[in-house]
């Protein structure tokens, strides 16, 4: 089974910069699109990152995506940190067959 | 705008059949543009793929539901349904109904979720 790993949680200072990791089992992340999903507590998730780095209206460019294929890995970076950047965030793949694998999720906290 | 809302009934019975539908609005269920799928969220847990389904009728369940799993798009109703049957205390979950890409350039828009319970 595809399994993508992150680290459980992160935290960082407002105002600093912070990355999340999401590193797959097999080399399926180098084959597909990695999605990233902003869940605030008590809320639905909400996309942030699609399609390795591009971002939906609305999402500040404080928020980017990229994906290393050589390490097979992807990484959700977020600079200038505010309060509300506060959330769990998960990473989404593909695998082979077209079924998609969750991150385990990541709590950052901005302290 | 793409908006989603989960319906259905908030407590199920162990053994029983979870039914959950999902309206769609400022879209069409017919569009290629999305397909449709449910994620699981089990009470202080991370998400869990259920499935999804393209309008065509081509459909994808997560292997450890498949055999108890059906996801249907009703183009009549603007709407799409997930049924789970046989359930047990395991199934206990916030259920979000989601429009997942199924083109390019097109993020994925989520429901804001429906809990379900699966006690007697």
């Known amino acids: 089974n595809f399994v993508l790993t992150q680290p459980h949680s992160v935290s960082e200072s407002p105002g600093k910069t912070v990355t999340i990791s999401c590193t797959g089992s097999s080399g399926s992340i180098a084959s597909k699109f990695v999605q990233w999903y902003q869940q605030r507590p008590g809320s639905a998730p909400t996309t942030v990152i699609y399609?390795?780095?591009?971002?939906p209206s609305g999402v500040p460019d404080r928020f980017s995506g990229s994906v290393d294929r050589s390490s097979n890995s992807a990484s959700l970076t977020i600079s200038g940190l505010k309060t509300e950047d506060e959330a769990d965030y998960y990473c989404q793949t593909s695998d082979s067959s077209n079924l998609w694998v969750f991150g385990g999720g990541t709590k950052l906290t901005v302290l | 705008q793409l908006q989603l809302e989960e319906s259905g009934p908030g407590l199920v019975k162990p053994s029983e059949t979870l039914s959950l539908t999902c309206s769609v609005s400022g879209g069409s269920v017919s569009s290629y543009t999305y397909y449709w799928g449910w994620v699981r969220q089990p009470p202080g847990k991370g998400l869990e793929w259920i499935g999804g389904m393209y309008y065509s009728g081509t459909a994808y369940y997560n292997p450890s539901l498949k055999s108890r799993l059906s996801i249907a798009v009703d183009t009549s109703k603007n709407h799409f349904s997930l049924k789970l049957t046989s359930v047990t205390a395991a199934d206990t979950a916030l259920y979000y109904c989601?429009?997942?890409?199924?083109?390019?350039?097109?993020?994925?828009?989520w429901g804001q979720g429906t809990m379900v319970t699966v006690s007697s």
């Open positions: 989601l429009a997942a890409a199924g083109v390019l350039d097109v993020f994925d828009i």
């Open positions: 399609e390795d780095n591009k971002r």
